[in-house]
Antibody, heavy 124, light 110 residues
């Protein structure tokens, strides 16, 4: 069974850097062909995709936040890490990590497994 | 950037059929995915690639996609179907990759 779990600070100050960790269980990031995305959802709003990283280390970022985001993975720990710089109160949201499944011929474009999410509040 | 538009709310009586639309420019050329989100919970995939269901999702959930509109249909609506629903597509070009979510529809069961 595939599970994902987010961890990180619940409160960050404006201008600080947010670092979130997604721990994946049930699949090996090094052996399984898959991707992990970070998605955030401000209170009462729709989800917003932020970034993804695949097992072959392919990365992509949403255009509007590209300069502030860095995604990486530690396959030995089965973790995917997202760093977001220069946090602002508008970045207050629940942050999710989610899996993108792949087959031998390609990867899907939907998110089949999600973590429970972690609420991050940006406030001084 | 690509925009997906959904009606803010849909109300339906138990046992009836709910239809949730997702509008986008030539969305029929893209694969559309649908998520159900209940309060305080993470989204759950209910339909992918326009009309496929993940294992464990009831057959009451179905999808279609053509032209500029994709539709999620919930047949024989139950009280437990009350939730927010989001459509999602993958939009890519030479200079960007983007997973786009719709604006969301709140389904209320009367």
């Amino acid at each position: 069974q595939v599970t994902l779990k987010e961890s990180g600070p619940v409160l960050v100050k404006p201008t600080e850097t947010l670092t979130l960790t997604c721990t994946v269980s049930g699949l090996s990031l090094s052996n399984a062909r898959m991707g992990v995305s970070w998605i955030r959802q401000p209170p009462g709003k729709a989800p917003e995709w932020l970034a993804h990283i695949f097992s072959n280390d392919e990365k992509a970022y949403t255009t509007s936040l590209k300069s502030r985001l860095t995604i990486s993975k530690d396959t030995s720990k089965s973790q995917v890490v997202l760093a977001m710089t220069n946090m602002d109160p508008v970045d207050t949201a629940t942050y999710y990590c989610a899996r993108i499944g792949c087959t031998s011929t390609g990867c899907y474009t939907h998110f089949d497994y999600w973590g429970q999410g972690t609420l991050v509040t940006v406030s001084s | 950037s690509y925009v997906l538009t959904q009606p803010p709310s849909v109300s339906v009586a138990p046992g009836q059929t709910a239809r949730i639309t997702c509008g986008g420019n030539n969305i029929g050329s893209k694969s559309v995915h649908w998520y159900q989100q209940k309060p305080g919970q993470a989204p759950v995939l209910v339909v992918y690639d326009d009309s496929d269901r993940p294992s464990g999702i009831p057959e009451r959930f179905s999808g279609s996609n053509s032209g500029n509109t994709a539709t999620l249909t919930i047949s024989r609506v139950e009280a437990g179907d009350e939730a927010d629903y989001y459509c999602q597509v993958w939009d890519s070009s030479s200079d960007h990759v983007l997973y786009v979510f719709g604006t969301g529809t709140k389904v209320s069961v009367l």
